[in-house]
Structure formats: C-alpha cells, structure tokens
C-alpha cells in the first residue's frame, strides 16, 4: 500500500471528514514518527509494532563497481520489529 491509497482507504472510512483532515492527520503521524526517532527515541503502536534506530559502526566497504575499499562512516539506521498480534494475522492459514 502507497501513501496516496492509506488516504483513499482513510477517506472511505471516514466519509464526515475532508480528504485535507485526513492528509493533514496522516502528516501528523508519520512527522511524529521520524521526529521521534530522530530524538533517538522509540515508538511503539501495541498490536502492531515497534520503531527505533540502531547504531551502525563504521566500517570499510567495496564499491561493486571497481571493487575499490570505500569508508563508510558510523550511523544510525531505522528499525521495525513486529508485533505478536501482527506476527499471528501473517501466520494465520
């Protein structure tokens, strides 16, 4: 699913409100997001999942195309692990 169909499936679901309110909510809760995690801090949505970062090493790489060593420097990467509840459903048969 894309941004544009969350807002379509959004919008269908939520017909008392104009499609400008749900693009506005939408932006709300995916900048909370990233700025939490920004912080440095984690966000957990119960039943579905968690969000944090993880710290990455510096460490010395290869370009594929010459095979070169390339440094690539320490930094933090985004990480998602899923819920149990959310685990379940996708094991369901």
Known sequence: MIRSELLQQ?????????????????DVFFEEIAERLAEG???ELRGFGAFSTRKREARTGRNPRTGDAVEVPAKRVPYFKAGKEIKKRLNEE
């Open 10 to 26: 959004l919008h269908k679901d939520n017909p008392e409100l104009r499609a400008e309110e749900i693009e506005q909510v939408v």
């Open 41 to 43: 801090g984690r966000v």
